[in-house]
């Protein structure tokens, strides 16, 4: 029988762990947070926005790794972190709410871009808080939680507060400011104290993050012809769309994922921390982004395509959407690539040549149909999954 004691303390995982359903329902939330995302930037598509959206998507991100790496050396199905995490869901649940207007506060009500930021410092102080209680013994670790709080979550959190009082430019600028330093403050502290129990536990919780943001891309394909008929012309778009979300899983979990979880299992140590913190904490951030921006990108070629009242067939998309459809895709297989440079050392041609072509291709995607634009990039997609699935389209060089 469990005892009260046993309910109310943390409890260490082993080598072999692997994610729990505690965790598959925490991130349940994040599957909410990261469609609000995509919903903020959708409704008013301009570059201002969308770098405000990443703003958010940035510091989401850092919510979801705070408990990513603190569910890797404590069980999160079993003692007090379960009520940790429940307690988190709550609060990013709120913050989540928040995300449609953390830039237009609309009249009446709580002041949005404040309650998003007292939620966000309260995330964080309950990861610095839990990992601090997980580890009595670790003067490594506690040393590197009080750096920690001095240098990547006071600072950044007084800017985001000082950022809520603005609006516009002020306001995105002061946030981005803000995510800068917190993740400066994480390379400042090092990786002395932090540790990865578990390398196949730790790939796979990224793995599961990657799968949200590609299922927001399909949900994105479907809200985007909500309300209109079903034509030849959409069926074709949503069957294009597709495709691009499959062939980016292909990529990603046929080259990346199993390199990097490989990688991060040979090593040791702070080396092992290192790693992680590059390729996973860093790294996937940009590769989940583009998966968004991408998304938005289809939202928009899919409506335009399914409204006929307002939109003809040949009608490219416009502003920044036309970059975000093949510009998401390429900061996707950018990422990848840094990722692969970052496990093997070597440099993947296959995937940075194509993600710069598709970073580069903004202007074609805002003179040619909508349709077609998407078409391209799904065959695009394609043929690099062919090539990087061949044995001479995989060959790096040094």
Known sequence: MTTGKERSR???????HRVTPAELFFDLVFVYAITQVT????????????????????LLWWCWCCFAWLGNVVRADSGALFGVLVTVMAVVLVVSLTVPEVYDDAPGGLPAPLVFVLCYGAVRVLHLVSYWVSSPGDKALRATLRRTALLSVAPPFVLLLVGSAFTGVTQVLIWLGAVAIDYSGIWITGSSGWRVASPGHFA????????????????????GVSGYPVSAAVLGAAAAGLLVVAGLWRLYFRQVAEAAEHRLAALTGDDRTRFARDAYTFLHLPLVAGIVVSALGMKKAL?????????????????????????GAGVFLLASGVILLRTTGRRSVVLLVGGLVCVCAGPLAAVIPAGLALVLLAALVTALVVLYGRKDGATTTG
């Open 39 to 58: 919903a903020l930037m959708a409704r008013d598509t301009s570059a201002l926005r969308l770098l405000g959206g990443v703003v958010v998507l940035a």
């Open 204 to 223: 796979e919780r990224h793995g599961l993050i990657v799968i949200i943001a590609l299922g927001e891309s399909i949900v994105a394909i479907g809200v």
């Open 10 to 16: 943390m409890i260490a995982t082993e080598d072999d």
């Open 303 to 327: 409506h335009q395509i399914a409204d006929t009242g307002h939109y003809d067939l040949s009608e490219p998309l416009h502003g920044i959407v036309a970059w975000a459809l093949p510009g």
